[in-house]
């Protein structure tokens, strides 16, 4: 937030905010951790230190920072970075100073040299590459899924499109199942014709294997793209799947109107409230039946 408000993302001037930088700032895939690491170049120096094949540290020098699909080294610096004790500062936290602290990794402890020695390990165990793009190795672990590459990292290495591994079920071979973790995500904004929004269910609508909207949205979301949102009743009229009326009173009694219905059965006026919000809820998301 600090660079897109000074203008040194790369997304445009300072001092401004627009919907489109909203949405790419959602997928751009920043590890803040990293970017602290390699102030000073003390992330090269603890590879360099560590004994680990020298292809390890020449991934990790190249790599873009960025957890995308196609981003290489990606993969290196997380396992370090979760390991016991990588996480060592010469200035630690402060929480007078939560912005500009910790920073300067230590790279002359020994137990952050050892992380990332025990971080290579655990990558040569599973059989990963040096030069393995995060895509290849971290898919869709929910249920059914295909073999779909996701983007993200994780929030410990200082991700903001986070992803986290809770008892996967699919795509059994991959290093990183992703189940959990930035789910449905949307951005908004109000223009002088109305509402603008794009919104995405990262693990798509339904459960069924056989519908097409199993990981429809799923496979949107590994390349980075979004819904556009229905609003207006002319664009929910032209996206409509289906159409469910809810006629009729409640209860015995039933009357001519929802007052009468309520005061001849008793009912909760806010639960019943609550009940025709769901169901108009509903058809505004347009949501899809399973096929």
Not at 18 to 47: I, M
Not at 58 to 65: H, I, P, S, T
Not at 129 to 157: E, M, N, R, V, Y
Not at 252 to 281: E, F, K, Q, R, Y
Request: net charge negative; charged share 20%.
């Amino acid at each position: 937030i600090l660079d897109r408000l000074d203008g040194t993302d790369g997304m445009g001037g300072p001092n401004e905010f627009t919907f489109e930088q909203l949405k790419a700032l959602e997928v751009e895939n920043r590890v803040f951790g990293a970017e602290l690491a390699r102030e000073d170049d003390d992330l090269q120096d603890v590879c360099a230190a560590a004994a680990v094949d020298t292809s390890w540290c020449d991934a990790l020098a190249a790599w873009d920072g960025r957890t995308n699909t196609d981003s290489v080294g990606a993969h290196i610096f997380r396992e370090f970075f979760t390991e016991d004790n990588a996480q060592t500062w010469s200035v630690p936290f402060d929480a007078t100073d939560p912005v500009n602290t910790p920073r300067d990794l230590d790279e002359t402890a020994l137990d952050v040299v050892r992380a990332m020695e025990q971080g290579v390990a655990d990558l040569e165990d599973f059989g990963a590459s040096p030069t393995a793009t995060l895509g290849s190795l971290q898919k869709a672990g929910d249920t059914g899924a295909g073999d779909i590459a996701i983007h993200g990292g994780f929030g410990s290495t200082g991700n903001a499109n986070v992803i986290a591994i809770r008892n996967p079920t699919a795509n059994d071979d991959a290093l990183y199942r992703v189940s959990y973790g930035s789910s449905h995500i949307q951005a908004v904004t109000f223009t002088d014709t109305g509402v603008d929004a794009s919104t995405i269910l990262t693990y798509s609508q339904s459960t069924n294997a056989a519908s097409a909207h199993q990981d429809d949205q799923t496979r949107l979301w590994s390349d980075e793209q979004w819904v556009d949102w229905a609003f207006t009743p002319a664009q929910i009229a032209a996206e409509a799947q289906s159409t469910t009326t809810v006629t009729g009173a409640v209860g015995a009694g039933a009357g001519t109107d929802v007052d009468g219905a309520l005061a001849a059965t008793g009912s909760n006026p806010a639960l019943l409230l609550l009940g025709l919000s769901m169901i108009a809820a509903a058809t505004m998301i347009r949501r899809r039946e399973p096929a």
